[in-house]
């Protein structure tokens, strides 16, 4: 088999965004929840992504989405508060039904993060712009702009631990409340912003009289390639939220906006 | 659209896009620990909804600094791309809020011909991106299975806070930047020359 690292990013962006989005007509747990468990097992078997740097990255989002499917059970509408009472809490009644929304909203956002964690941590930034580019044919303008504005993050980073010695020198410290908070909010950031700006111009200039026009009719140095195993890889991660829904159909959990099917 | 503009005011965007996309991606911790803090009052829900205008604040800066078709939009998705970049947990679904909520700030310009920039038009720009990525999440987050009331009361700071902190700070951020001179070369900055000139005279 391949390792996910290796398949173009475009089709690998359009894999991941296309059940993404479809999961949001589901309001089932069976769906998102063995969904869910395809995306671990691909995550585990097709990448080298650590465990524990995984789990890391992921774990502050089970406490988001378990709050999420509080607020939800608490809160679900007629539509989605349907089955029997089972208990009431501050007046608010708790249904089968609002249970279930919650844990499915609960498992869909786990299913965003998880696919977004394929994506993020299996994909090198700049081969995603020059995939971008070749393939969704994104003006190179954009492209190699982007990526010139990409590459000042460290910049910005240092440039900050110089405005804070240089506040500390001239003896201008902390301050407190909202109204000192703001000014110092007003003193880190327009310097920044200032300093960002007449980079955007020097670069712009330096990329110009270097011969760079724009022109979407170049060559390039790094070409982005689609193969067959980049289809296989979209038909795998796309077919089987197909087949998840029709198992979740075929069982009977399938719920479509409050609707069984 | 990309021939009519500068390959500055393209690495402007994109600079912008790098400072307000780690800016956004700071702000869904933000947005996290306000919740936190309102779990005990019932009041979850509005966790994000009060900081909500941040996320557009990027298209109202850019269009009100280069004034021109499509650097709304432009932007918002730049910083969306950024944020994807900067490989956190923000992965391609990102890149499409930012498309939805960059068209709906660009919407309102695109009603003003892309004439208009005063404060009332960025205001406007901040709860139309308000509006149009709450009817959004209505379907992405699933908070159509909410109760009615609540929803609507959402909508509502969700809507004010565009106007504020999109609109608003967005214009005050842009404002203080032209002062400072870096920006004669675009049309904000050009606007700015001309008060004084005529004002001097």
């Known amino acids: 088999m391949f390792m996910i690292s290796s398949i173009n990013p475009t089709i690998k962006a359009f894999a991941v965004l296309i059940p993404g989005i479809l999961l949001g007509f589901t309001f089932d747990v069976f769906t998102p929840l063995v969904y869910f468990i395809f995306i671990l097992l691909v995550t585990f078997t097709l990448t080298d992504i650590p465990v524990i740097k995984w789990m890391k990255i992921f774990s502050p989002f089970l406490l988001v989405a378990l709050g999420f499917a509080w607020m939800t059970t608490l809160y679900a509408n007629q539509t989605f508060s349907y089955g029997d009472v089972l208990f009431s809490l501050w007046g608010i009644e708790v249904t089968t039904g609002s249970i279930l929304t919650g844990i499915s909203l609960a498992f869909r956002s786990l299913c965003f993060v998880a696919l977004s964690l394929l994506f993020a941590l299996t994909t090198d930034s700049t081969k995603f712009m020059l995939s971008l580019m070749q393939q969704c044919k994104l003006p190179p303008k954009i492209t190699y702009g982007v990526l010139a504005g990409y590459r000042f993050l460290p910049i910005f980073q240092h440039e900050l631990q110089i405005l804070r010695q240089a506040h500390r020198i001239r003896g201008i410290g902390r301050t407190r409340g909202i109204k000192g908070r703001l000014n110092q909010f007003r003193r880190y950031s327009i310097p920044l912003l200032a300093n960002g700006i007449r980079k955007a111009e020097r670069v712009a200039i330096a990329m110009e009289s270097k011969g760079f026009t724009g022109d979407t009719d170049r060559t390039h140095y790094h070409k982005m390639t689609v193969e067959k195993k980049d289809w296989l890889f979209f038909a795998m991660i796309v077919g089987t939220f197909v087949v998840v829904v029709g198992m979740s159909y075929y069982f009977g959990y399938l719920n479509i906006f409050g609707k069984q099917f | ?201």
């Open chain 2, 1 to 201: 659209m990309t021939n009519q503009w500068k390959l500055k005011e393209i690495v402007l965007m994109s600079i912008l896009g790098v400072v307000f996309g780690v800016i956004y991606l700071l702000f869904f911790l933000v947005g996290q620990g306000i919740r936190n803090i309102l779990v005990p009052f019932g009041l979850a829900p509005f966790g994000y909804e009060i900081i909500f205008g941040v996320w557009f604040i990027v298209s109202i800066i850019a269009a009100y600094i280069l004034r021109k078709p499509g650097v709304a939009f432009t932007a918002e998705v730049i910083a969306a791309v950024v944020e994807v970049l900067l490989g956190s947990a923000a992965g391609p679904a990102l890149i499409l809020t930012g498309i939805i909520q960059g068209a709906a700030a660009e919407l309102v310009f695109a009603l003003t011909k892309w004439k208009d920039y005063r404060l009332r038009i960025l205001i406007l720009s901040g709860m139309s991106a308000a509006l149009i990525s709450f009817v959004w999440n209505l379907y992405s987050s699933g908070n159509i299975a909410l109760a009615p009331g609540l929803l609507i009361a959402m909508l509502i700071v969700r809507l004010i806070s565009g106007a504020l902190l999109a609109g608003v700070l967005g214009k005050w951020i842009s404002d203080q930047l032209a002062k400072t001179g870096v920006l004669r070369g675009y049309a904000l900055g050009k606007e700015l020359q001309k008060k004084r000139e005529t004002g001097a005279a």
